[in-house]
């Protein structure tokens, strides 16, 4: 069974960091990766964040959602604590909710390159209107880029984004 060695947390420099400097706007710098050591396996990570918030580019006011972030690693894998710094840098950040959820799966393909990636927003309601952004990638040329279309063309929020 593969331990974690140095080597695995190399470059890692905002876990148990005691002095967490939150950014005071959008931050992509701030993502930090490791190696995914069970590379042969194909599986999925979850990420939920119920608090996230952006504000409205418009009227600056607040937008909140729960953004849900699902991949299928391939060499690197993000780290928990950078992701939660870099979602968190999106509060002062003026953006529409689709552009939000779009800028996040860009961010984290350019980061990690994974096999497969899906983000979905769950806006909560401003005038009466909820809006669930959602957007996915698979890795061309792979089995991923037909299971991103399959999914994409076949999107249920109910059952693709249960519990």
């Not at 590379?39 to 409205?56: A, I, K």
């Not at 096999?115 to 957007?135: A, D, M, N, Q, W």
């Amino acid at each position: 069974m593969p331990r974690t060695t140095p080597q695995d947390t190399e470059g890692l420099t905002l876990l148990g960091n005691q002095k967490t400097k939150y950014p005071d706007d959008y931050a992509p710098e701030v993502l930090e990766t490791f190696v995914n050591k069970h590379r042969e396996n194909d599986y999925f990570v979850r990420f939920n964040c119920p608090e996230f918030t952006s504000l409205c580019p418009i009227t600056g006011q607040p937008d909140f959602a729960t953004v849900y972030i699902s991949y299928v690693p391939d060499e690197r894998m993000v780290e928990s604590k950078s992701l939660k710094l870099y979602l968190f840098s999106f509060r002062n950040h003026g953006d529409f909710h689709e552009d939000c959820i779009n800028i996040i799966m860009k961010d984290l393909i350019k980061l990690m390159d994974p096999k497969y990636i899906e983000v979905l927003g769950k806006f909560s309601p401003r005038g009466g209107i909820s809006i669930y952004p959602y957007c996915n990638y698979g890795k061309k040329g792979t089995i991923w880029e037909n299971v991103a279309l399959e999914r994409l063309t076949h999107y249920n929020f109910d059952k693709t984004w249960q519990g």
